[in-house]
C-alpha cells in the first residue's frame, strides 16, 4: 500500500514535502495507530526490562535498552508526524468553517451555495469585507471603519 500510495502521491506531493495521504482524518488516524501502537512496544520493552531486572538482579540491559531506545526514537518521530497531521486537520476544518461563514448571509441568515458572491436571498455582498478607505478587514454588517472610521455603509 505505501508503494502504491508513494508512488503516486509522491509524483504530485514530492516538491511540498507534505504526507501522501490527502485526507486528514486517514493521516491522523494512521499516525495516531502508529504512536499507540509504538507506546504498547515502549511499555512491553519496560515491563521486560522490569522483569529481568527483578529475575537477576541486574540493572544494566543493552540490548533492550537499545530496543527502548529505537522504540522511543520512533516515538517520538510518530509523536511529530501525529501533531503535524492533527494541525493540518484543524487547518482544513478551518478553512471550511470560513467558507461556511462567508456562505452565510450577514443580513439576512440564509445559507448561499458555493462560489456565490452576492446573497441569493436579499443581495448583500458576501465574503470578507474590508474597508473600502484604510482595506482593513470588517466584520460583516460593520457600519464604520474600526481602523479609520470611514463609513462603509455602501459595501454592506
Ligand atoms: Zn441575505
Ligand atoms: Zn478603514
Redesign the pocket.
Known amino acids: 500500500m505505501n508503494d502504491l500510495f508513494g508512488g503516486l502521491g509522491g509524483l504530485m506531493k514530492g516538491l511540498s514535502g507534505f504526507m501522501p495521504q490527502d485526507d486528514p482524518d486517514v493521516a491522523l488516524m494512521m499516525a495516531g495507530s502508529e504512536v499507540s501502537e509504538l507506546q504498547k512496544q515502549e511499555n512491553e520493552l519496560y515491563a521486560l526490562i522490569g522483569k529481568q531486572a527483578l529475575a537477576q538482579g541486574l540493572v544494566q540491559f543493552p540490548e533492550l535498552e537499545k530496543k527502548l531506545q529505537l522504540v522511543q526514537e520512533n516515538l517520538s518521530v510518530a509523536k511529530a508526524r501525529l501533531q503535524s497531521a492533527q494541525a493540518e486537520k484543524e487547518a482544513k476544518d478551518s478553512a471550511r468553517r470560513a467558507e461556511e461563514e462567508a456562505r452565510l ?6 445559507m ?1 451555495p458555493e462560489g456565490v458572491k452576492f ?6 455582498k458576501l465574503g470578507a469585507q474590508k474597508c473600502a478607505q484604510c482595506g482593513a478587514p470588517l466584520l460583516p454588517g460593520t457600519r464604520f471603519c474600526g481602523e479609520c472610521g470611514a463609513s462603509n455603509f455602501s459595501k454592506i
Open positions: 448571509c450577514p443580513n439576512c441568515n440564509s448561499n446573497c441569493q436571498e436579499c443581495g448583500v
